[in-house]
């Protein structure tokens, strides 16, 4: 019965995208007040089931008494761990506490963990769920434009190592995903750009329309207006249709590292500074780059790569490998923090590429020197 009345007082979200992923799928929310209905959510989700929330101390501090209150109104027993923010959150260490102490507060296999925060938390709480009792359902309630689009929707889970960043963890889908639009109040402005090349990529992808959409509407979407709402829905649509093709990145799924193999690099290069180069900066630049590389060698008329410099610079984000990286790295330092990464094979690297906006495609055998002379010009 109690069900049921949740059903009657629950207000529709403002947008729902579903991730079709057979007996895995499951639904996005999106809207401005979902922290405060989470409680009655997650009853329905799952009936009698305790609740382990995972936070940072940011998000913690601003968003975790709502959600509480939320659980408490809903009768839901809940416990909880609050962790350091940041990206070196993301570790074994990190992992093994977590894992413990919701075996401490008497998680049982039925129960949910919630991560309550950006992508570190979302991941390595995923990666938790994925262990826990060899596998718990889990909630996400993204809190930063970069993982309401991107880290939440999609199932990859990990942690960092010493090696490299993500090169541990598991596929492993959340059982519901709430994107409170209204928890991006606190974002900090950079971070908020940063998520929002995120949502450029996807325009640039395969939906030119959303891009045009973009160019047009950003200041609403930057205002935090419904058309953020709209914006963050779009790009969710468009993750979850490519992840539907591809779950675990055997082919097309590798379209969503558009602006990444450049993007990568230079956050090696900075040492994952956060404070030099935020990861969706990196972005930013990647695509650009990407788009003027495919100009270059003829793939795309460059007059798309100027659309894109020119709409990226008009929200703030660098485009230009000089912006973002200390005076005399040379060519050839970026193409061996390239080489590092997963994408490059005996002498050719595997780029995405376009030819257009919105039309994306994956070249598998782009020539090593090609990519030089044109980094050679860029830091000129
Ligand atoms: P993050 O989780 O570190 O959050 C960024 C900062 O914003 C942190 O300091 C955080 O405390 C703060 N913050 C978060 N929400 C806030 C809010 N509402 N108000 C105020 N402050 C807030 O970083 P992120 O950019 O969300 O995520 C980056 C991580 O996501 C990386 O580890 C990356 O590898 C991962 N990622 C995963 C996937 C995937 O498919 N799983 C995809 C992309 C990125
Ligand atoms: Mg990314």
Redesign the pocket.
Known sequence: FSAEMNTLVLPPPAARVAVALGDRSYDILIGPDLIATAGARIAQLAPGASVFIVT????GA??LAPLEASLEQAGIRHDRLILP???S??TFAHFQQLCEAALEARMERGDLLVAL???????LT?FAAASLRRGMNFVQI??????QV?????????V?TAQG??LV?AFHQPALVLADTG??????PR?FA??YA?MVKYGLIDRPDFFDWLEKHWPAVFGRGPELEHAIAVSCEAKAAVVARDETEQGDRALLNLGHTFGHALEKIVGYD?SRL???EGVAVGVACAFRFSAREGFCPPEAAERVEAHLRAVGLPTRIPEVLPTGVDAKEILDAMAQDKKVKRGALTFILARDIGQSFIAKNVDVEKVRSFLEDELR
């Open positions: 940072d101390a940011h998000v601003l968003w923010a940041g990206e959150t993301k925060g950006g992508g570190v938390i979302g991941d995923g993204p809190t930063t434009v970069l993982s991107d880290s939440s929707v999609g199932g990859k889970t990990g960092n960043k993500n963890g928890s991006l109040a606190t974002l900090p971070e940063a998520g995120e956060s935020v990861h969706g």
